[in-house]
């Protein structure tokens, strides 16, 4: 039988469509477009999604036999919110996780209503781009369109609702909307009473694994597939990457590099940050994880290389790069705020350390470099809850470039495994759907079945000394600019 991922990202959606064994038959990506509005906004239209869907599975099923596509399941952009009327229709632009509206709903949920209760009530705290400061938002500064609200739904649970007309979400997505009491992986009342909601309008919580629904007979048609195809719930996208590299199981740690860039530990025991820096979610395996958001990971390289320096030739410009563990710029990658460690939506990426030989190459440098410092603020918080990590995997666009991974193995002075099929979100979500239609007992099954490592980035004990003297300097400079950054 063939299973269908579909990775719902900020920029576009890739499809991957995956016999059972876990060979990927066909790889479709469909771009959409991303509304900046004002400054430190982030939207998209809904339905730019569901037409990218479609479009893309016609195309990764065209040369396949569409009676043998069993499945279909996600991994999807967090956070979101979509908001549909009684008659299920988007009532506006949906609201990115990388948004950065909500500082005045963030900071009355974190100091009015008190970290410590939503702690209890949820096991995080408020950051700007959960869901819930996008309520409170909508309430005060769009009144109409907020008593409109019938279904409040995540990005990849509205394409699961066109597909099967069931409003679902899954345990690892909902654990980021901060509506949903992690431990007990159920809504929370005191969250829904805060926001003024009511659980008639969230949708019902599944397990990642677990089927939702078959297609409509309308969505069927226009796909061109069996009604009897099984839709499960899925997962948010950096539980469908670890699902795709095999990072379920305690202890194991999976680094996305993509648009924002995560470290994710998993866990078979619900485990909880007291200090709220790393965030304590449900897993896509029907377990819990530890994860560490920076808003801005790959997108920082793409910014200094397509905007700033104006080339898309990414790998040319790293050639210049030659001593590592030697550079005396730095770079901050706050270009949207950030999150993880620091909770600050008024953070912004800086250069600093320049001097007047400084050359492109060091910029280029910094900004790969800078990335890797910031995911080692998150491992840092997990040393601090007695989490020893001593290797990785890795996924994301990030992870194609062989220097970037010589340079996280040595600043966080792990081992970094590449995977034979780098397809995160993607084949997490195929997995999934096979586990849905039984072709594995569980998640764990599936990922010791279908992961399999190709190489290993292995840390230098002498460029690991560099680097730790870099990162003690590194994790200076946001405190020193952090009062600057809020009054700019």
């Not at 477009?33 to 809904?46: A, D, V």
């Not at 949820?122 to 109409?144: C, D, R, S, V």
């Not at 491992?379 to 001593?390: M, N, P, S």
């Not at 190489?455 to 003690?472: F, G």
Request: net charge negative; proline share 4%.
């Amino acid at each position: 039988m063939l299973y269908i991922g579909i990775d719902l990202g900020t920029s576009a959606v890739k499809l991957l469509l995956m016999q059972a064994d876990g060979t990927i038959e066909k790889i479709v990506s469909k771009e959409y477009p991303l509304s900046f509005p004002k400054p430190g906004w982030s939207e998209q239209n809904p339905s730019d999604w569901w037409q990218a869907c479609v479009a893309g599975i016609r195309e990764l099923t065209a040369d396949a036999d569409r009676s043998q596509v069993a499945g279909i399941s996600f991994g999807g952009q967090m956070h979101g919110l979509v908001a549909l009327d009684d008659k299920d229709e988007v009532i506006r632009p949906a609201i990115l996780w990388n948004d950065g509206r909500t500082t005045e709903e963030t900071n009355y949920l974190n100091e009015t209503i008190g970290k410590e209760k939503l702690s209890r009530y949820t096991a995080n705290i408020a950051f700007a781009g959960f869901t819930a400061p996008k309520l409170l938002w909508m309430k005060k500064q769009e009144p109409e369109l907020f008593q409109k609200i019938a279904k409040i739904m995540l990005p990849k649970d509205y394409i699961a609702y066109k597909l099967t007309g069931v409003h679902s979400t899954d345990v690892s997505d909902a654990s980021g909307m901060l509506l949903m009491d992690v431990r007990g992986k159920c809504w929370s009342d005191e969250m829904l009473e805060i926001c003024g909601i009511s659980s008639r309008q969230l949708p019902k919580i599944y397990e990642s694994y677990e089927p939702v629904g078959t297609l409509l007979p309308e969505a069927a048609k226009m796909l061109d597939l069996p009604q009897t195809v099984i839709v499960a719930a899925g997962a948010g996208d950096n539980a469908a990457a670890a699902v795709g590299t095999g990072t379920v199981g305690d202890g194991n740690c999976n680094l996305s590099l993509g648009t924002s860039g995560t470290v994710f530990i998993a866990s078979e025991r619900f485990v909880a940050d007291s200090h709220n820096a790393l965030h304590a979610f449900a897993h896509a395996d029907g377990h819990y994880h530890l994860m560490g958001c920076m808003l801005s990971a790959a997108s920082c390289n793409k910014w200094w290389m397509e905007d700033i320096l104006g080339t898309k030739e990414f790998a040319a410009q790293q050639e210049a790069i030659t001593k590592l563990g030697e550079n005396h710029v730095y770079f901050l990658p706050y270009l949207m705020g950030e999150r993880s460690p620091h909770n600050d939506p008024k953070a912004r990426g800086t250069f600093i350390g320049m001097t007047m030989d400084t050359t492109r190459a060091d910029l280029t440098q910094a900004v790969l470099e800078g990335v890797a410092f910031a995911l080692r603020d998150s491992f840092e918080v997990a040393k601090l809850l007695g989490i020893r990590i001593e290797r990785t995997k890795i996924c994301g666009g990030g992870a194609k470039s062989a220097l970037w991974k010589k340079m996280i193995a040595n600043i966080l002075h792990i081992k970094v495994d590449t995977l034979a099929n780098e397809e995160g979100p993607a084949l997490g979500g195929a997995m999934l759907a096979a586990v849905a239609n039984g072709e594995y007992q569980n998640v764990a099954q599936a990922a010791a079945a279908i992961v399999k490592v190709a190489d290993t980035a292995e840390p230098d004990e002498r460029l690991a000394a560099l680097y730790e003297e870099r990162y003690q300097t590194f994790r200076r400079i946001y405190p020193a600019l952090k009062e600057t950054f809020q009054k700019m």
